[in-house]
Structure formats: structure tokens, C-alpha cells
């Protein structure tokens, strides 16, 4: 079994009394955070520092099955990377309990964990070849000399580098370079596979085939993956779920579209998908005749019958909610002002079988994704009005103030 449970993890990096105290007056300045300064704790951006020292991970629990692909995605300093660290062994565990399997592995020693890591640098030994590469942890283990190159050689035929099992790391282009970084973890068949940001260092082009390649890679290999990264155009194709993280703690899990059209909460929304969602500030949420109507720039819309039904059995009451319509959900409309939200065309970006338009509405930015079929072009010019709507049922509603999603 290759199955991995966190309960209850957390990380404190230790720091001294003049560090907190330092981090404090830093604190006192953030107005940005306005961070309440107390004797035991201060909030700054992307860190909580207590007397114990800097909180990098929270109460994280997780349940990763047995051959699952999951995928840890979050902006750079919420602790996706320690978290990888702290499973690989290569971080203490502060306090709660790592399984995989059916073993307690807080303390077990890196090498005895049967996990391999796939790092963000490749950190391939210069003078060895590919192939020396790949057979160097299979010489550690003292294995038979024609085992170790029956190994490396079908992990070579699997990743298509056969080629250039004779050739030395600095040969190599970056996109082999991963390959053999990625060879050298498989071929030892470890029951889990780490990779910590393995596609940052690679071009737009090399990335979306590299992303094939570990899709590819994954129907071949029977063991389970958990992969970091903080681009969540790879953690929706990767995943068979994703977790979503900030400041330390898991803001949501699971499947991609799940997470796409049930977004946990603002943060959730805005992070996932591309272009970002467009969020309407400050929406009054009514009640009218026993309906609930959302009226955003002056204009009452009333909501879908799925909304309808949720806030009814929540028995919400009228409050101020955040509304958020995502780019591809925005409608070009023709029927007039009073049917619609017309705004004026700041920037038109052409991308073939579609065109992102960033729309100034009353000085809120909103972005369009218009499909260009059978569309005049000239309608979306830079300068143009234009005239849009969208579905209730698409929009998503979160509470004002705590930022969660009200359906």
C-alpha cells in the first residue's frame, strides 16, 4: 500500500526573541495586513510568527489513496513545498502524525521511506552520463549489476531518452534533463513519487509537453504521486485532485471540477482558472417578494432557481456578497443598455479561435473571453463600447464578509 495520511500536520521554523521582535515593528508598518500586534503572536503576509517561531504549515490533514495523483497548488510562501519536504523526510514533522501506509513514518529516516523526489533544479551529478545517473541509488542498494541495467533501461524506454543514456547532464537540453530527473526516481520503483515544482525552469511550449510526458508517465507506473506547483493551469490537467493552500492551510480540496465550479471561497475562485475570475464588490443581496435578486451597478438581477433553493433552506437573510463571474461565462449581448452592462474596451488581446477583452465598467476591469467565430472583429476594437451579459446560474456568491461561498 502507497496511500499517505497527514493528521493534524504542522511546521514551526524556530526563530530568537530579537527575530520576533524585529518582525513585529516590520508588522506595525504592514498597513496593507494591518496586523494586530499582541505579546504572543503577529500575522504578517504569507507568515504567522509566534514564540515558537514561524508557522510555514497549519493543522494540514489529507488522505492521499493508493496510486492517486494529487496535486498541492498555492502562490509561492503557503507551504506546499514544506509539506512535500516533511513527507520526503527531508523537513522535521512540529507535531502531528505522517502515515503511508500503515506505518507512523514522523521519524523514519528519508532512505527508508521508499519515496522518491523529483526536484524543481534536476540535481543530476555533472560528471556522470544518463545512464550512471539513473543507476547510481540502484548501486547503492547493492543490486546485481544485470538487474540495475534491465532497470535503467526500461525507466529509458519508458521516458524515450535511450538515446542519450551516454551523454553527460550538461549535453542535454532542459526538457531531458527532466526526463532523466524523473527516470532516476522511477527506476528505483518507489511506492511514492515526489515532485517539488519540476516544470518551472522549462519554456510555455517544453511545459505542455512535459505535462503529457507525466500524464503519459503516470497510465504507465502504478504507485502514487503528489506534485507541487503553483501554476493551477498544471494542477487542473495533472491532479485527480488538487489542494488548494495559503498562509499554511488547506483551503479546499478536490477534483479539478470541483474545485473550478464549487470554489470554497474568494481565494479558491480568484486562484483557479485562467483568465481570473471577475469579482463584483459590495452586491447588495435582496429579498423581493419571497426571490432573491442580486443588483450589481444598478441593475437587479434575479437569481436561478438552483440559488433560489440553496439560500431558501439556509434561510439566508439579505446581506452585502461578493459575486464572481468567470471571463468565459461573460455573454456579448445586443439588446441594449437596459438588458445589459456596457463598459468601454481597454485591451483587446487576439488569441486565435478567441479574443480576452479587458472592459472598463464604471472603473472595475472586467475580462471577456468572446470566442471569434462568426464574430466581427471590428465590434472589439480598443475604444469600442461593449455591451455584455451573463447567467445567474454561472455566477458564484460569496459572503462579504467572511469570503465563503454562500451555495
Known amino acids: 500500500m502507497s496511500s499517505i495520511t497527514l493528521k493534524n500536520i504542522k511546521k514551526i521554523y524556530p526563530i530568537t526573541a530579537e527575530e520576533v521582535k524585529q518582525n513585529k515593528k516590520a508588522a506595525k508598518k ?45 502562490p509561492s510562501g503557503c507551504g506546499k513545498s514544506t509539506t512535500l519536504r516533511m513527507i520526503a523526510g527531508l523537513e522535521e514533522i512540529t507535531d502531528g502524525e505522517l502515515w503511508i501506509g500503515d506505518v507512523l513514518s514522523n521519524v523514519i529516516a528519508p532512505r527508508d521511506r ?136 488547506i483551503q479546499q480540496v478536490g477534483t479539478p471540477q470541483e474545485v473550478f465550479n ?40 434575479r437569481l436561478d432557481e438552483k440559488h433560489q433553493n440553496v439560500l431558501k433552506a439556509n434561510n439566508q437573510e439579505e446581506t452585502t456578497v461578493i459575486v464572481g463571474v468567470r471571463p468565459v461565462h461573460i455573454e456579448m449581448s445586443d439588446k441594449g443598455v437596459s438588458k445589459g452592462f456596457t463598459g468601454k474596451i481597454e485591451v483587446s488581446e487576439m488569441m486565435g479561435s478567441e479574443v480576452h477583452l479587458h472592459i472598463n465598467l464604471n472603473g472595475d476591469d472586467i475580462v471577456a473571453v468572446i470566442p471569434t467565430a462568426n464574430l466581427d472583429l471590428d465590434k472589439v476594437a480598443i475604444g469600442k463600447d461593449f455591451t455584455f451579459t451573463f447567467n445567474p446560474v454561472l455566477s458564484h456568491i460569496f459572503d462579504a464578509k467572511t469570503e465563503l461561498n454562500l451555495i
Open 114 to 249: 521508499n519515496i522518491a523526489m523529483v526536484f524543481q533544479n534536476y540535481s543530476l551529478y555533472p560528471h556522470m552520463t544518463v545512464y550512471e545517473n539513473m543507476a547510481f541509488s540502484l548501486k547503492l542498494a547493492k543490486l546485481p549489476k544485470e538487474e540495475i541495467d534491465q532497470k535503467v533501461r526500461e525507466a529509458a524506454r519508458t521516458l524515450e531518452i535511450t538515446q542519450i543514456l551516454d551523454r553527460l547532464p550538461k549535453a542535454l537540453s532542459g526538457g531531458q534533463r527532466q526526463r532523466v530527473a524523473i527516470g532516476r526516481a522511477i527506476v528505483r520503483q518507489p511506492q511514492v513519487i515526489l515532485m517539488d515544482e519540476p516544470l518551472s525552469n522549462l519554456d510555455a511550449k517544453l511545459r505542455g509537453q512535459m505535462r503529457s510526458e507525466i500524464i503519459r508517465l503516470r497510465q504507465k507506473i502504478d504507485t502514487t504521486f503528489v506534485y507541487v506547483t503553483h501554476d493551477q493551469v498544471e494542477a487542473m490537467t495533472l491532479g485527480d485532485r488538487i489542494v488548494v493552500m495559503k498562509d499554511g492551510f
Open 262 to 301: 464549487h470554489p470554497h471561497n474568494v481565494f479558491v475562485a480568484g486562484f483557479i482558472g485562467t483568465p481570473q475570475i471577475n469579482f463584483f464588490h459590495n452586491v447588495p443581496l435582496t429579498i423581493k417578494e419571497g426571490d432573491y435578486y442580486i443588483t450589481i451597478q444598478g441593475k437587479d438581477i
Open 30 to 74: 504592514a498597513k496593507a495586513v494591518q496586523a494586530a500586534v499582541q505579546d504572543d503572536e503577529v500575522f504578517v503576509p504569507n507568515l504567522q510568527i509566534t514564540d515558537e517561531g514561524v508557522v510555514a504549515v497549519q493543522d494540514f490533514n489529507l488522505e492521499i489513496k493508493d496510486k492517486e495523483f494529487v496535486v498541492l497548488v498555492g
